[in-house]
Structure formats: C-alpha cells, structure tokens
C-alpha cells in the first residue's frame, strides 16, 4: 500500500482525517502521527500483526513494553482488570494529560506491549483527535516514539517522513512537535501508588493529589 500523508495546521484536523486513519489501522496499518511531546509511532494495539510492525521498524525488544493512548474512561474501564480508588482521583484532576497510569489489563493484549504480570501504561492524551481516533477504531492506539530504539526522538515531520515514509502506511503530519518533558508514569498495581518516571506532573503533586497533604514521593 502507498503511504498516505495527510497536513494540517495544529488545531485544524482536515475531513476525512479520521475515518481514513481508522480504516487503516482497522486492517492492521501502522501510522506516524504528532502527540503532545514529539512524533510517535501508532497503530491498533490489540493488533498482534501490526505491533509487531512497529516493532520491527523500530527494532525494539519485545522485552520493552509500550503504553497505549485511550478514547476516555468507559476505554479504561473496559480493558483494566481492576482500578484502585486513587485511579479516579488522578484521572479526575490529571486527565486528559501528561500522565501515564500503570494498570492490570485484561486479556486480548499481545504479549510485547505488556509489562509483568499482565500490566500496561495507559494515558488519556489531550488531543481531541487522538482520542476520536482511539473511539472510532474501538481500540486503544499503541504510542511508542517515532525512532529506531536508542537513537534521538523526532519533532519534525520532515524527518518523520525521510526516515520512515516508505514503510508505514499513514503519515499525519501536524507540523513540528512541541517537545519537552514526557508523561509522568505511576504504578497502580501494587497498595501504594509508586512514581516510575517523573515527567511533566512532579512526584509531588502526585502525592499530594492522592493524600490530600504535602507528603514525600516514593520515587523507583
């Protein structure tokens, strides 16, 4: 298939954007597409075929599991096993964001993407699109960066389509990414909520979002 390219001003998402972006990634494409830090790679990931895909353009080790970008919070209800108390408090006051949550998924997920014992990154993202897109594909969207493992992350979509144009098979371009910090990452799996990564939210606000008073965060 011919990549397709589709341009827009930011905040100008072109009809016909969505619908095409669903079909594809509805018979296992694979996408590169602008996210509110730098361009990533995305696709249906539930999808075994088309993770793999990504994958192996990226030449990442399926080891490394990937979070996943969902519609709203009926998606996440639908895919955790369990949400702990403090998943409506972070949500509520973090969401849509730059906050990863650490969940227990159901079944249905492949095996690359998981994190041990059946555990998976999510993030309501705050881009209107994203999250359509996520709603009208019934799926949440892989986010992994636009790069092959371990060399720099891409902002610009100039690059995107030089390194990648001829191997996936949609290309969104957006214009340049923002950059800047990633999403903070919290582990909600085990009793206490415990930070991963610190990105754009601090540790701190974490905390005091969860306990309702300044407390030290407990940092891994």
Do not use: H
């Not at 996408?31 to 075929?49: E, I, R």
């Not at 999510?122 to 594909?137: K, M, N, S, T």
């Not at 949440?140 to 060399?151: C, D, F, K, R, V």
């Amino acid at each position: 298939m011919k990549t397709r390219i589709f341009t827009f001003a930011p905040g100008r998402v072109p009809r016909g954007l969505i619908p095409a972006a669903r079909d594809i990634l509805a018979r296992c494409g694979i996408m590169a597409y602008p996210t509110d830090t730098v361009y990533g790679l995305g696709c249906d990931s539930l999808s075994q075929a088309a993770v793999r895909k990504i994958y192996d353009l990226k030449k990442r080790l399926p080891s490394k599991p990937s979070p996943v970008l969902v519609a709203d919070l009926d998606m996440v209800r639908c895919l955790a096993l369990e949400l702990p108390p403090c998943f409506d408090i972070l949500s509520a006051e973090f969401w849509p964001g730059p906050l990863t949550l650490v969940l227990r998924v159901r079944e249905g997920f492949p095996a690359e993407v998981l994190g041990p014992n059946r555990t998976l990154g999510v993030r309501l993202p705050d881009i209107p699109w994203i999250r359509e897109l996520a709603g009208r594909l019934g799926a949440p969207l892989l986010a992994t960066s636009a790069n092959i493992s371990g060399e720099k992350e891409i902002a610009d979509p100039a690059e995107v389509i030089a390194a990648f144009g001829e191997k996936v098979d949609l290309i969104i371009d957006g214009g340049p990414s923002p950059g800047g910090m990633p999403s903070t990452v919290v582990d909600l799996t085990s009793g206490e909520p415990r930070i991963l990564r610190q990105g754009s939210i601090s540790g701190q606000r974490i905390l005091e979002s969860i306990t309702g008073r300044k407390r030290r965060a407990r940092i891994t």
